[in-house]
């Protein structure tokens, strides 16, 4: 059974429930996503020398800094849908 149809389950809870629902399943792969990218950038040193041609040390250390970024992007967002607390308001683009 998939995930979504895990989830459907819930169709019918409250909001509240959704929300905690909703928060355990996505802190799993994010914490993934954070774990992987600290490892990843622990072993790059010893992983640069073995890249293709074609990919440079720049680009994976880059990458990892992404990733790394994205997790934590990730992690907040998911946070300011989930959780009680202060979220700054969207920037309107004045």
Known sequence: MSIYDELR?????PAEQKLKILREELLR???????AAHLLKQAAPEIAPCLPPHINADELRNTLN??????VDLRQVLDAITLEADVPPPHTGD
């Open 9 to 13: 389950k819930y169709h019918t809870a």
């Open 29 to 35: 792969p994010i914490l993934t996503v954070e774990n």
């Open 66 to 71: 992404w990733l790394s970024d994205a997790a």
